[in-house]
């Protein structure tokens, strides 16, 4: 039977639920707002770019119905997995070793696991990710004997002056899509797929219309989502052409943005 009064709710973690700098700080008005918001019948999900090993307890705590990890590519309900994209070993091993060749300090990651190269640890960058995802999730070096290699997705940061970015983004268009990031940052996923392909999922798996579902985000990375749902709200600190294409803008996560943008639409 077609839910015409259930919403689905999507939040994307880093600048939108918890503050982006090192504190991840995840106001309580925030994780009253899901709960409520569940309470009512309606069901909520994360929706971001980390894979699911790097979604934290401090985040998970607030109680979800599910998960859409790594854009899209893994999609978790219920502690279930609904869906995993499989990337080819064959695949996975050519871009570890392009990486290498132009110089790219990739972080690798993996629904189970992230891994780098000692190599790439020279950027700092980098090695600050590293030294989180080695805190909070089950990371490996690309040489550890049980480490098979394989991604969902991958992260990189390059030099400013690298001269083989369009080299690699080259390589790399046949398999993947490359997103620019801020700064000298780019996030690599397989090819059909996005924050947008993972609410489809979920949307055709609970029979939902389109006009039930709520993303919240915050940059340029949630833009696939925001853009796809009529109820997009996006994060004061967002950027502004984001801020002209979304139904709402809400304050940010130390201003109780969530819970706000949640009661001004009448989810809670």
Not at 191 to 211: E, M, N, R, V, W
Not at 215 to 244: H, T
């Amino acid at each position: 039977m077609l839910e015409t009064n259930r919403k689905i709710l999507f939040f994307d973690i880093d600048g939108t639920l918890i503050t982006d700098d090192g504190e991840h700080y995840f106001p309580e008005s925030a994780k009253t707002a899901i709960r409520d918001a569940r309470k009512n019948g309606h069901l909520v999900f994360i929706n971001t770019g980390r894979v699911f090993c790097n979604v934290t307890e401090n985040i998970r705590s607030a109680g979800f119905d599910g998960y859409v990890c790594g854009c899209g590519t893994h999609i978790v309900y219920q502690d279930k997995t609904l869906f995993h994209h499989d990337v080819s070993h064959a695949v996975c091993e050519g871009v570890v070793e392009k990486c290498r060749e132009y110089k790219m300090y990739a972080v690798f990651e993996h629904a189970e696991k992230v891994f780098t190269d000692a190599m790439f640890l020279e950027n700092a960058s980098l090695r600050n990710l590293i030294g989180y995802f080695k805190e909070n999730s089950t990371y490996m070096e690309a040489s550890a004997p049980e480490n098979d290699g394989i991604f969902d997705k991958f992260c990189a940061w390059y030099d400013a002056d690298n001269p083989n970015r369009d080299a690699f983004r080259a390589y790399l268009e046949k398999e993947f899509t490359y997103i620019q990031r801020e700064g000298n940052f780019c996030e690599v996923v397989p090819k059909g797929f996005s924050k947008a392909t993972g609410i489809q999922y979920l949307l055709d798996y609970f029979d939902i219309p389109l006009s039930q579902a709520y993303a919240f985000g915050d940059g340029s990375n949630d833009e696939p989502m925001l853009a796809y749902v009529p109820n997009s709200i996006i994060m004061k600190k967002g950027p502004e052409y984001l801020k002209r294409q979304v139904r709402f803008v809400t304050d940010d996560v130390r201003d109780d943005g969530i819970y706000k943008a949640m009661k001004k639409m009448e989810i809670i």
